[in-house]
């Protein structure tokens, strides 16, 4: 035990101060005891600092200065009057508080460097993600370009189909199609009001027809369709044509899909404007337009023209009871029918313009788009297997490549060979004639 | 007694400077003295430990009395006068206790700190005067420890409570400070007997 335990120099040395202290436990303190009675070396040391901490223990404390206490206490009123400039919360300064102040500051350097390392990955991400929506959304503009103008004038067909006498049915039956009852309801009312209606009665004020097309971008796209109906509906009109389609048909994924579709409503001219603005707040407008075309000439002149026709049919029929002759019979009926073709038709155009003004067309054009801005896009299931598909794909193309470079090497073969006999003997004969001369 | 001290901590807390004098009053000539042993002269250990009681009396609000109120009170001085020590070396890498080696052996820099000052005056002893002379040259882990330990005669636990330690630390750092003491104390005879030799 004595044995295994002896003292070494060395670790005396770190039980000096212990022991002098008396912090050593009794057994350790024993050994300490026996080594000191055996090495001088150590005893010598010992004695030196047993020396040197008495002379410490007998350094007289000095007194306070005398003016201490005073200006002190004039620091301190001075601290009092002035609390706000010194910062209270300055805290206390210690040593682990400096140390744990500069592995904060390590901590907010390592924080700040993986912000900034997210950052730059994420805004490389961006640019990335944004090279393919912004082509997405071109492409899109140039559809919705599109479909205005070539769309617009067939619905002025449409609506001059729907406009004839036959309109009512055919239109309850678009309203049919997109299975709104409430709206062909509403729409069997109006166009009945229409037919009563006295044409002169509208030839007070202006006959202005609203027309206005919405391209919108748009997120979840049957959520936004369904939001567009409820506002066309709350308004009292009602959806007179609408497509929808894939633009982006995901076969793996259906609900990544994405739909692009436009819809032709009519609502009333008084509710035309927050109908307009409320779908344009649905979605991203892409593109607005708007138009206000005033007919009231237009109408008055086919209103006064209808009036005279009337006279004129009028007339007619009286003539017609007058005639006697199957010959002036029939001559009058032709004239009648002539006269009576007019009037429908003109009464039509009166009826299909009442219908413009009084319902504002609306052509909204969807785009659905996804908005990667929203949320983190997760990386695709088949990453490898695209990358593979990828990888074989580059090796394919370099494979032709050799191939095309091969086969064209080969085909070339005879022409270089001739082109290398004739450079040859050319060269042979220069040869020859250098030689000569 | 621990309950007036707590009575004074509370109305100083609220701003009364008349209580916080009191709360300190029986440290101050401690702190004093530590900053005295510290720094090495009087001028800097009336600056150094004054700015620490501003300091107390500043963040008394973050007393929460885990540690005794005198602990606390010791760990802010000495914490004041490291950073001060700290700050001289950045100023000036000319440290005072360097010395300047000429032809004839080494002179202190600090030849009027450690020359006339009233204590130095007071401690005739050439003992004591070789042993300030010593702690000065220590690294200021070792001089506070020696500091507070062997001059002001703090015990080991509350050494280790004042400079925010385990006690294990404490123990290794006092005995390696005591030796560096030794060492230095040796050179510092071997100098002078060679000077008296030289004379």
């Known amino acids: 035990m004595k044995g295994g335990l002896k003292m070494t120099c060395f670790n005396f040395e770190e039980l000096i101060s212990l022991y002098i202290d008396n912090m050593l436990d009794e057994h350790t303190k024993k050994i300490v005891e026996e080594h000191l009675d055996e090495c001088k070396e150590c005893k010598y040391n010992y004695d030196a600092i047993i020396s040197n901490i008495n002379i410490c223990k007998e350094l007289p404390s000095i007194p306070l200065p005398d003016n201490y206490q005073d200006s002190l206490h004039e620091k301190l009123v001075a601290l009092q009057e002035e609390p706000k400039k010194v910062s209270l919360d300055k805290p206390v300064p210690s040593t682990s508080k400096k140390s744990k102040r500069k592995s904060n500051w390590k901590i907010y350097a390592t924080i700040a460097a993986s912000f900034i390392i997210l950052i730059v990955t994420v805004g490389s991400l961006n640019v990335f993600n944004m090279g393919s929506s912004s082509s ?3 492409m899109a503009k140039d559809q919705s370009m599109e479909i205005p103008r070539s769309e617009a004038p067939s619905y002025g067909i449409a609506t001059d189909d729907a406009r004839s006498e036959e309109s009512a049915p055919e239109l309850k039956m678009f309203s049919a199609n997109e299975s709104i009852e409430s709206e062909g309801q509403t729409f069997d009312v109006t166009t009945s009001e229409i037919n009563n209606r006295d044409i002169r009665q509208k030839q007070s004020g202006r006959k202005v027809i609203n027309n206005a097309f919405v391209n919108l971008d ?4 049957d959520e936004k369709f369904d939001q567009i109906v409820n506002i066309i509906s709350t308004k009292g009109g009602h959806i007179q044509h609408s497509n929808t389609e894939y633009k982006h048909y995901v076969r793996e994924n259906p609900e990544e899909s994405l739909k692009r579709g436009n819809l032709s409503v009519r609502v009333p001219e008084s509710a035309f404007l927050d109908t307009v603005n409320e779908i344009k707040a649905i979605g991203i407008v892409t593109n607005y337009g708007s138009s206000g075309e005033d007919i009231t000439t237009q109408y008055r002149d086919t209103a006064n023209e209808i009036e005279n026709l009337k006279v004129q049919e009028e007339r007619l029929r009286e003539i017609m009871l007058k005639a006697e002759n199957v010959e002036d019979i029939l001559a009058v009926e032709r004239e009648l029918t002539r006269v009576r073709g007019n009037i429908n038709a003109m009464t039509g155009d009166i ?14 054009s969807l785009n659905e788009v996804v908005n990667k801005d929203k949320r983190i896009q997760t990386v695709s299931d088949n990453i490898w297997d695209k990358a593979g598909k990828g990888f074989i794909r580059t090796i394919n193309g370099l494979l032709e490549f050799a191939e095309i470079i091969f086969i064209g090497f080969v085909s070339f073969l005879p022409i270089i060979i001739i082109t290398g006999l004739i450079i040859g003997i050319v060269i042979l004969v220069i040869k020859r004639l250098i030689r000569r001369d | 007694m621990k309950d ?3 009575l004074l901590i509370e109305k100083s807390q609220q701003g009364d400077i008349e209580s916080f004098e009191l709360l300190i009053k029986e440290h101050q000539q401690i702190a004093f003295n530590i900053a005295y042993r510290m720094l090495g002269n009087i001028e800097d250990a009336k600056d150094i430990s004054q700015d620490a009681f501003i300091k107390i009396y500043k963040s008394l609000n973050t007393f929460k009395g885990d540690s005794s109120f005198s602990t606390w009170l010791y760990r802010i001085v000495t914490n004041t006068c490291l950073d001060e020590l700290r700050k001289r070396k950045k100023r000036n890498t000319i440290s005072y206790d360097n010395t300047i080696k000429t032809d004839d052996g080494e002179i202190d820099r600090n030849i009027p700190d ?9 401690s005739k002893n050439e003992s004591q005067r070789a042993i300030i002379k010593s702690i000065n040259k220590l690294s200021e882990q070792h001089k506070i420890v020696i500091v507070l330990r062997d001059i002001k005669g703090f015990s080991y636990e509350q050494i280790g409570e004042i400079l925010n330690c385990p006690e294990g630390t404490i123990k290794s750092r006092i005995s390696r400070a005591r030796i560096a003491l030794r060492t230095l104390l040796e050179k510092d005879r071997e100098l002078l007997d060679n000077d008296n030799v030289k004379i």
């Open chain 1, 218 to 221: 748009i997120e979840e796209y």
């Open chain 1, 136 to 138: 997405k959304t071109e």
């Open chain 2, 114 to 122: 450690t020359g006339d000052t009233p204590e130095e005056i007071v």
């Open chain 2, 4 to 6: 007036q001290e707590k």
């Open chain 1, 351 to 364: 009826q299909r313009w009442d219908d413009l003004v009084e319902l504002s067309t609306i052509n909204i």
